[in-house]
Structures are given as C-alpha cells and as structure tokens.
C-alpha cells in the first residue's frame, strides 16, 4: 500500500543499517501496515514499528542466516525459516503490560 511504501522509506532514513549487522534477506508488513519484520544472514529477526520507525523486539533463535518470514492472516503469529532447517512460530501480539511483541519463539 502506499502508506506502508511511505512507512518504510521513513524507516530507512531514522534507521539506516543499524538494524542489522547483515544482509537482510526478507521483509513482511503486517495486514495493518503498523508493523515491519525483517530477517537477515545475523540470525535475527527484528520487528519495527512503521509509524516510528523504531525497533520493537530483536527475536533470537535461530541458528544461521532467516530465509522467510511470514506474518499470519490475524496478525497474531510470525514464522520463520532458517538456513538452520528449523521453522519457528512467534507471537506477535504485545504480552500483557507490554507494548512490544513477546519474542518467545517455540521451534516448528
């Protein structure tokens, strides 16, 4: 959407390569626009807010570089994939008394 194109372009200049230390390989939008998730060759996948611009929740647990990253229809669960042969499943909706992702990934 062109909200969400307008979104990252803000991103990318408050931002720059600060986000990650390598490549990044994948991006997803979630179905509001409001968050960003990308995944790179460090291991990590880190979620953003598009409105701010700032870095919600760095989610660690995979092993080598993430492939993929896929947000759910409800805007609930995040997967990844990694180089590491494992999928894991992220809750991506705040944990109580929090406003950032709750970065628990249980492996798939």
């Not at 060759?41 to 896929?70: I, N, Q």
């Not at 909706?93 to 709750?102: E, F, H, M, Q, T």
Request: glycine letters at 8%; aromatic letters at 4%; charged letters at 20%.
């Amino acid at each position: 959407t062109p909200s969400s194109k307008l979104a990252l372009k803000s991103l990318r200049r408050a931002h720059g390569a600060r986000g990650h230390s390598e490549p990044v390989y994948c991006a997803a939008f979630d179905g509001a626009g409001a968050l960003l998730v990308t995944a790179a060759d460090d291991s990590l996948v880190k979620v953003w807010c598009t409105a701010s611009g700032f870095l919600l929740a760095t989610l660690r647990g995979h092993a080598m570089d993430v492939t993929d990253v896929s947000i759910s229809a409800d805007d609930c669960l995040l997967a990844t994939a990694s180089n590491d042969q494992t999928v894991r499943i992220w809750s991506i909706r705040p944990s109580p008394g929090s406003n950032s992702p709750d970065p628990r990934g249980a492996p798939g």
